[in-house]
C-alpha cells in the first residue's frame, strides 16, 4: 500500500480546487471566480488502486512582483515540508507571470527531497499547439521536469496525473478509510458551501466581509436539518444580502441546499438567518 500528502499551491485562480473536486470526484472545496474564496487548507481523500491520496487545498498566492515570499499564505508555507508531491498549479491561458521564477524559487527553499509537479491547468482554453509551446516556455522558466498539461473542468489529463503521482507515494500503511473523502468538520463544511454561493450571487466586498456560521445540525435517517447565520458588520450589507422580499437569501439558501443534498445524498432543510455581527 502507497500513502501520501499532495499540497496544491498556486495564484489565485489557477484552478486548485477545482482539480481537487475533480480527483476526489465531488464538491469539497470551494470554488469561486472571486479572488481569495479559498480561506484556509482543505484536505480531503482519494482511494486509488493500492493507494491512498490525500490532498490539501490551500489559499491562492497573489500574483505580484513585491514579497513575493511574503504574499504566499502561511498556512501553505507551513505544509511544504510535512508533503510527499507538490502540485505547482498554474493557469496555462494566462501569460507567465514575471513573479514564477520566485514562486519556485521560495517553494523550493522550503523542500527536503519532495517532488514538485508543475500542472498546467486549463488546456480547454488555448489551442493544442500553443500547448507545446507553453510547455516548453515553463521547462525553461522553471526547470521543473515533471510537467503535465490538464483541465480541471474537463478531466483531460487527470488520470495520467494521478498515475505518476502513485509512482512517487512512498510505502506506508493507509491512514483513512476509504469511505472517507473530507477531513473538515461538517458544520465548517455546509458554512463553506453557504460562503461560496454567497460570492456567486453578492458582488462587490460583502461576501469578504460575512461569515455563516452553522449553529445547529439535526440529522435523522433520511434527512439532515442545518440552521446558518451569516454574521454581517453594516446594516446597508445586511439589506443587500437579504434582498427584496427575502429573494436574494431565499435564492442563497436554495442553492446551498441543492449542494448540501448532493453531497449527503439525502433531503435538506437548510434556514439562514441574517444578522449584524452587534446583534446578540
Not at 507538490?86 to 514575471?98: A, F, N, Q, T, W
Not at 498515475?163 to 461538517?186: A, D, G, H, I, N
Amino acid at each position: 500500500m502507497k500513502s501520501g500528502t499532495i499540497l496544491l499551491i498556486g495564484p489565485t485562480n489557477s484552478g486548485k480546487s477545482t482539480l481537487l473536486n475533480k480527483i476526489i470526484g465531488k464538491r469539497v472545496s470551494l470554488v469561486s471566480r472571486k479572488k481569495q474564496s479559498t480561506t484556509f487548507n482543505q484536505k480531503a481523500i482519494k482511494s486509488l488502486s493500492e493507494a491512498e491520496i490525500i490532498l490539501l487545498d490551500t489559499p491562492g498566492i497573489f500574483s505580484s512582483t513585491k514579497k513575493i515570499s511574503n504574499r504566499m499564505s502561511n498556512s501553505a508555507i507551513s505544509e511544504i515540508e510535512t508533503a510527499t508531491i507538490i502540485y505547482l498549479v498554474l493557469d496555462i491561458s494566462k501569460k507567465i507571470e514575471p513573479t514564477l521564477k520566485k514562486i519556485v524559487k521560495t517553494i523550493y527553499n522550503k523542500v527536503n527531497d519532495q517532488s514538485i509537479f508543475l500542472i498546467l491547468n486549463k488546456i480547454d482554453k488555448i489551442s493544442k499547439g500553443n500547448i507545446f509551446i507553453k510547455i516548453k516556455d515553463y521547462k525553461d522558466q522553471t526547470g521543473l521536469e515533471d510537467i503535465f498539461p490538464i483541465s480541471a473542468l474537463d478531466g483531460d489529463g487527470i488520470s495520467d496525473l494521478l498515475e505518476s503521482t502513485k509512482k512517487y507515494l512512498p510505502k506506508r500503511k493507509q491512514k483513512y478509510s476509504k469511505k472517507k473523502t473530507v477531513l473538515l468538520k461538517k458544520d465548517i463544511f455546509y458554512s463553506e458551501i453557504t460562503r461560496e454561493k454567497i460570492y456567486d450571487k453578492i458582488h462587490k466586498e460583502i461576501p469578504y466581509l460575512c461569515k455563516v456560521h452553522t449553529e445547529r445540525i439535526k440529522k435523522t435517517k433520511d434527512e439532515i436539518t442545518i440552521h446558518q447565520r451569516i454574521a454581517i458588520s453594516k446594516k446597508s450589507h445586511k439589506n443587500i444580502l437579504i434582498g427584496k422580499r427575502g429573494s436574494t437569501l431565499k435564492e442563497i439558501g436554495s442553492q446551498s441546499r441543492r449542494e448540501i443534498a448532493k453531497f449527503e445524498n439525502k433531503k435538506i432543510n437548510l434556514f439562514l438567518f441574517v444578522k449584524l455581527k452587534s446583534e446578540k
